[in-house]
């Protein structure tokens, strides 16, 4: 699997994103997909997971209510919407493919993912 993501930008506090993450690969519909972010001097952190049926999401507490994963396989596709956005949500994100084909549960830890794509940057102004 092979994945890069799109849609990063500039925006005002408060305004909205869409970013894209588009897959290449056939097993593509049998991955739980997730989103990371990684902002100048901290670690890669996990924002949000979607199971490979779509059945299943998690977030990260800080994108709560705030942010929505989505996925669709017709177009190997996977979508974070991000609404309301904060100055701290700036930072590179990045999707990436679970390392365990058609796995039962959603997964929040980075060492659980091993296809990763190129990040985009998503800068809020204040």
């Known amino acids: 699997v092979q994945l890069q993501a799109s849609g990063g930008g500039l925006v005002q506090a408060g305004g909205s994103l869409r970013l894209s993450c588009a897959a290449s690969g056939r097993t593509f519909s049998r991955y739980g997909l997730g989103w990371f972010r990684q902002a100048p001097g901290k670690e890669r952190e996990f924002v949000a997971t979607?199971?490979?049926?779509?059945?299943?999401?998690a977030y990260a507490d800080s994108v709560k209510g705030r942010f929505t994963i989505s996925r669709d396989n017709t177009k190997n596709t996977v979508y974070l919407q991000m609404n309301s956005l904060k100055p701290e949500d700036t930072a590179v994100y990045y999707c990436a493919a679970d390392r365990i084909i058609m796995r039962a549960i959603v997964v929040d830890d980075t060492s659980e993912y091993n296809y990763w794509g190129r990040g985009t940057q998503v800068t809020v102004s204040s």
């Open positions: 979607i199971k490979w049926t779509g059945g299943s999401t």
